[in-house]
């Protein structure tokens, strides 16, 4: 009982429904390795986990990962024909070739894994993976290979005339054919136990077809039947599926729906076996990935991929005529071509109609009152189908034309909006103006695309060439949108609304000539551009340049129909809707689908890969690069065939970029030729239809030079303040010392000053006044005690003082050498010269003592003319002093001095020579005192005395 109930259900189900061969249908589709298995023959098709496809060809093994084809290199292959994709129970991927080698595909490659003896080659060679995971292998006999090579026969069927090798419900099963008996055999825990067997004739061709109801189908073939189904446990008998011309076929199982290729081109579909689609390709495999896309491989012409089998296409005859408009008439499809032929359908099979024109049809409009239909053949003809009967209209370059009343017609033309009342009823009592007896709206004389009349209110509304434009026949105004005119592609009215699809505003509503209500992306649409809409059945039907959508008429989007979908463009150019039956054109091919099976994708895009590269070199995340390594190119993508072309990438680098850039499939790859120093982050996630993946990121550093790494900074910083550290104490041991060398010259200042006071000093200047009191020269000695006192009072005030101005030093000079020249009375005279030397200052009683010392030891003791020559020079940071006198010389005032029995050196001298060694060591300049004698035919004539010291500017 159970059997016989499985048959009847599976035969009911898949029940053969005849239909006559008309026009062709075939389900929507489109292709990919066209270009890149041109000429090749295709064996298999797989999809892995990483939703990577793989495909087995004679020309070896090919990869694709939704964006481009690779050919993987098999090294030791004997042949490139490669079959059989097959997985072990690790998910791990395997296939073979015709000289009984298999490879284990993994990271891009195939490896040899094993080679089947020759003695066990056989040419339906087979392999499959037990529970247990141990490969086995069908060739002459099934056997295991072990890990010597060896092989372990499990069981001999060397007298079979056919076997068949097939996994099932996690198990292993082969199928031999001996004369009239059928047996199936488990393989399980390396042991072999036989499961079912049957008496069959005629002769069983076994292939099994794998459905997800959990049962086998086997394959009869001389008469093109399916004889039974297997459940794992018994064979039940019995016809299934019979089909005119199957026995050169494969049987192919896709969502519970069988499918059957044709030996010379073509696929069946059980539902209806004697159709055929793609009758012009040799179809060679089948597969369905986890989108539900249906693969078929071919020889020689790709992949036909298929999104959804329930969107078909309506094909011409396979000629060269493409649709160009279509409308339906008392529930009734037209469609009109590039060749001027209109065409009906009915049952789903196009009729030609006897009319015909000379050009494209561009105008094709239904006037459901009279029956009729508007279309250019090149004249606007009214024409009846039922009756083949036409009328020439005289409307030129119409648009679109509205049924306002029975008979009344609204047209917008190239030449305005236009009321169209052949009886002139004009009931309504509108002021036309006529122009060779068309009534031409006053108002709406500007160039048209579309028009409706609000049949409540009695108000037009017209997209024309500058916007839309709202209002009665003598009183119309553009209407504008945040001030900007408003560009119409479709206007309908609907229960004392109208709806208005724009270019860039998605759909408008009014009522009473107020803006109610705006549909657009950010409600949800799929775009903000909307090309043409209709009401029925209160729903909303319209298209965009991204595809198809229906809404309620509270504008909630209740499905969207894109490329996704099997849409042959998401550009659909025109539309009706027939009994929950959605006809549109797109790709100038007409297409149908059940609209009640077309439901709101719930896709969401998720990234498959986000991979980096540094100078073109892979790199990881959190990675740090310096700026010889700046050069950046990121590649992601979802793999995905239905949608990868209405797939929306956002992407910005983080660090450089604000804002999101938007890139389509083909922009996948992003390149930053040069980047500077800085943390980065690259972020990227994917939109379909409004729904956004995951977002992906991607942190990485591009160091600064080294000069301007944290680490150098922090050397530089500790360098830095080490070295101010070291300057502050040598300043500070500089300072001690120059504190010290300070004191020492303090000291040396006293001294000098107690040796230009000295009793010498005090008894020649006393002297010189006790001379001129005697002398009874009063006023004489009055001069000479004033300056005495001016001169004390000068060294007095200098002697606590570091440095005092250069014209300060002078005057005390020319005090001390004005004493002098009183006392040597006519016979001394001075000059003083600094030329243009000003506003420094130099250390105080220097000059002075060699001054007097030049008097004293040079000048006193020469006879007549005593001259005296003071120079002051500047070179560079010293000040050059030369005391010049024309005296005995430095030999003869020797030799006195020696005769007075004077040994001692002047006190004064050996305190400015200290004072200089004090000074080179805190300013480390050229410093000191040098002595020349001035010599004329080798007698002496005078003393030279050079005095280098240092300044320092007063500003």
Known sequence: MRSLDILKCLFYILVIIFSTVGFSQEPAYFK????????????NIFQDSLKDYWIATNNGLYKYNCFEFMQIPIEKAKSNSLFNFKQDQNKELYCHNLAGQLFKIEND???????????????????????????????????????????????DNTEASDVWLFDFKEDLYFMTVHLDTMEIIRIRNDQTKLIDQIVCKPKVIPQTIQMGNGLVAIYHNVDGKLLGWFDGEKIYQGPVWEAEKLHKGLFFNVEEELFATKGTGGIYDSRKPNEVFFERQIISCFHEDSEGNKLAGTFGEGIIVMPNMDVKNLLINNDLSKVTKICQLNGMLYFGTNKGELFKVKANKPEKLSIEGQVQIEFLEAIESEGKLILNLPKKVLYDPEKNESVIMSIGSPKSVLEVFPQELLFATNDGVIWYDPQKKNHHNFSFTFLNDIAHINSFLERSY??????????????????????????????????????????????????????????LIFKDGELIEQWNVASGFISNEVKQIKIQDRNLFGTTEKGFFQSDLSGKIQKTITRSDGLNSNNVTDFEVIDDVLWLVSDNRLQYMPLNSMQKGNYVPELNYLNAFSNEDAVVAGTEFDLTNNKFNFSFGCKSLRHKEDITYFYRLVGLEESWITVNYSGRNVEYKSLQSGNYTFEVFAEWEGEQGEKLSFPFTVLAPFWLRTWFLVLIAVSFILIILSIYFIQKRRYKRKAAVEQKLAKFQLATLKSQMNPHFLFNSLTSIQDLILQEKKEGAYKYISKFALLVRKILNQSDAEFIDMEEEVALLNVYLEL????????????????????????????????????????????GQKNLRILFEQKQAIIICRVIDNGIGRKKALEIKERQMNQNRSFALNSIEKRMELLKEVYTEDLGVEYLDIEESGEAKGTEVIIKFPFRNKF
């Not at 990919?32 to 064996?43: D, T």
């Not at 490659?109 to 040419?123: F, G, H, I, R, T």
Request: hydrophobic share 40%.
């Open 820 to 863: 002098e020249q009183l006392r040597f009375k006519k016979d001394f005279d001075y000059t003083i010269e600094y030329g243009d030397i000003e506003d420094i200052e130099i250390p105080p009683m220097l000059i002075q003592p060699i001054v007097e010392n030049a008097i004293k030891h040079g000048l006193l003791h020469k006879k």
């Open 450 to 507: 579309v028009a409706s009349y609000d049949t409540i209110n009695r108000v037009f509304y017209a997209g024309t060439v500058n916007g839309l434009k709202i209002g009665v026949p003598n009183n119309a105004a553009f209407f504008e949108l945040n001030g900007d005119p408003i560009i119409c592609h479709d206007i309908q009215f609907f229960e004392e609304k109208v709806y208005i699809a724009t270019r860039n505003n998605g759909i």
């Open 109 to 155: 490659s195939a490896n040899l894994v094993y080679q089947v003896p020759d003695e066990s080659m056989n040419k339906d060679m087979n392999y499959g993976f037990t529970k247990e995971n141990r490969m086995a292998i069908l060739g002459r006999t099934v056997f295991f290979p072990n890990d010597s090579n060896e092989v372990i026969v499990i069981h």
């Open 32 to 43: 990919i390795g066209e270009k890149e298995l041109s000429g090749v023959n295709i064996y």
